[in-house]
């Protein structure tokens, strides 16, 4: 090979490696830092709220809070918690200073939204779940990882690049729950299932932040 080729394929191949490297950074810097739930602060039945018991990198991890006392005193936490291993039920503890175990929760799962898991106590029925990003939820840290390993393609140069895992581990916490005042245990199972197919429905958790889907639904109205 002369030296006009040699020269024509070290630029190809620093070219290749500038691409690559800029595809890298790009995911990097427009996945957003910081609080990632902004998005919802511009809706007045939506509030922000911040918590001690979660952190992450020595930081308290922000969140959203919305509340509906006319409709059975339902109240839903959304918390953003990066590289997260969907540890629900650790997250639910740590949360309400809890001494749970797996057989103290029922964990139910839908072909729509994926899985979940319910508890009643104090009079109150509570759903929980970690959304990932791509729009499905879990419970459980095996659900949660066959999620993560789902979207491989799209983090290979990051990861290639050292620029992020290769498994992308975030969670939306979704902490919901309603009073047993007027409905039975299984009345609220299921309209708090009803509930979190209706948050995923109006609200996209695959875009970072979550895009409103509804400018006009039961979580995403201005009213």
């Known amino acids: 090979m002369n030296q006009s080729n040699l020269q024509r394929t070290r630029l190809i191949i620093l070219a290749g490696y500038s691409v690559a490297t800029l595809a890298a950074l ?29 952190r992450y990198e020595g930081e308290s991890i922000p969140g959203r809070r919305y509340q509906e006392p006319e409709t059975h005193d339902l109240a839903v936490e959304i918390y953003s918690i990066d590289n997260s291993k969907g540890e629900t039920l650790n997250f639910l503890n740590r949360y309400e200073h809890l001494k749970l175990e797996r057989k103290d929760i029922a964990i139910a799962s839908d072909s729509q939204i994926g ?30 990882g066959e999620l993560a390993n789902a979207n491989l393609g799209s983090r290979m140069l990051p ?20 009073s047993l005042n007027n409905l039975s245990e299984p009345e609220a199972q299921q309209f708090l299932k009803q509930r979190l197919f209706v948050l995923l429905r109006e609200i996209d958790f695959t875009s970072s932040p979550p895009q409103i889907n509804r400018t006009a639904g039961l979580f995403t109205s201005n009213k």
């Open 115 to 144: 899985s979940y898991g319910l508890l009643t106590r104090n009079n109150r029925t509570q759903l929980n779940t970690c959304i990932h990003s791509s729009g499905t939820t879990a419970f459980t840290t095996q659900q949660f």
């Open 159 to 178: 990861w290639i690049f050292g620029f992020t895992d290769l498994r992308d581990w975030d969670c939306w916490w979704v902490n919901m729950s309603v």
């Open 26 to 54: 790009l995911f990097v810097l427009t996945k957003s830092q910081g609080d990632k739930l902004f998005n919802f602060v511009v809706f007045n039945n939506w509030s922000a709220i911040q918590t001690d018991q979660l």
